[in-house]
């Protein structure tokens, strides 16, 4: 049951029908419709996103056929298979971003040690096992699951050399569901 909140501004994009029953506007298609038909959206006055969910799923849909066009997936595939920096690139940053604690989610490598980005580079261009992950990534259209990402073996070391390994993202995320499901498991028993 959704619950609504009513306040000077959303009184203008919520209609009132009866007391437990509200409707809104859609903003692209323009029907008075039920609130249940739009999906919900914690930064909006009224908790509801703009346009109804049958207008968003268009949208969603076409913006995601304009973004992988067969050909643009296919430039961008031969760039990354010749050039993984800016994959790399993009790690380094949310390494960096979470080191920083600018990440929505915390995470306990806030305040860690972080390498240099020249060096994560130069290291990971390297790394066999990176090169392996990277290849299989590209080459099973690019399946976030198969994305490689940088796991610190020890999470209360930073993002240093001796400390790091590349992981798929579904591995480490295992091996981060492990250890919560460890930690829990000692913490019961004492
Ligand atoms: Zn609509």
């Known amino acids: 049951m959704y619950r609504v909140v009513i306040s000077p501004y959303t009184a203008i994009s919520l209609i009132k029908i009866t007391n437990y029953m509200y409707k809104k506007k859609c903003g692209h298609c323009g029907l008075l419709l039920d609130i249940n038909l739009f999906y919900k959206n914690k930064y909006k006055q009224d908790g509801l996103k703009y ?33 993984p920096k800016s994959y790399l690139s993009s790690i380094y940053r949310h390494m960096k971003n979470r080191v920083d604690g600018k990440n929505y989610i915390k995470t306990t490598a806030e305040g860690q040690k972080i390498l240099d980005k020249k060096t994560f580079i130069e290291w990971s261009i390297d790394n066999s096992r990176f090169n392996k992950l990277f290849y299989y990534y590209i080459n099973n259209g690019r399946h976030r699951k198969y994305a490689p990402s940088i796991d610190r073996i020890n999470v209360k070391i930073g993002y240093i050399l001796s400390n790091m390994q590349w992981l798929t993202v579904s591995d480490n995320s295992i091996k981060g569901n492990t250890i919560d499901r460890l930690n829990k498991l000692i913490k019961n028993k004492l």
Request: overall charge positive.
């Open 51 to 83: 346009c109804c969910k049958k207008c968003h799923n268009i949208t969603a849909h076409n913006s995601r056929v304009v973004h992988y066009s067969k050909e643009q997936r296919k430039k961008q595939y031969n760039k990354e298979i010749r050039n």
